[in-house]
């Protein structure tokens, strides 16, 4: 199970970035992805899941309206789409998935808001 996380970067407040991860490595149409986000000196946080078809989605409160997860099961990818951008969206945003009870992560991806 590979995956790779790619498209953070500095953006200032008010902001958006689409962040991707590319997997590899099982039958990624069969299962939820999902984003979460570690901010320095505080525990990973759920972002965002989305189910294997993309027919359902969940968001956590503190993003929800201004995130969007999606998935393209013919590319092996899912993204968050990330608008209206806050400082305190600043973190390494992470892609994981679950397979047979075990938790895969990327290696993440860096997010920073700042002016």
């Known amino acids: 199970v590979q995956l790779v996380e790619s498209g953070g970067g500095l953006v200032q407040p008010g902001g958006s970035l689409r962040l991707s991860c590319a997997a590899s490595?099982?039958?990624?149409?069969?299962?939820?992805m999902y984003w979460y986000r570690q901010a320095p000196g505080k525990e990973r946080e759920l972002v965002a899941h989305?189910?294997?078809?993309?027919?359902?989605?969940y968001y956590a409160g503190s993003v929800k309206g201004r995130f969007a997860i999606s998935r393209d099961n013919a590319k092996n990818t899912v993204y968050l789409q990330m608008n209206s951008l806050k400082p305190e969206d600043m973190a390494v945003y992470y892609c994981?998935?679950?397979?047979?009870?075990?938790?895969?992560w990327g290696q993440g991806t860096q997010v920073t808001v700042s002016s």
């Open positions: 994981s998935t679950t397979l047979y009870s075990l938790r895969y």
């Open positions: 989305i189910s294997a078809t993309g027919g359902s989605t």
């Open positions: 490595g099982f039958t990624f149409s069969n299962y939820y």
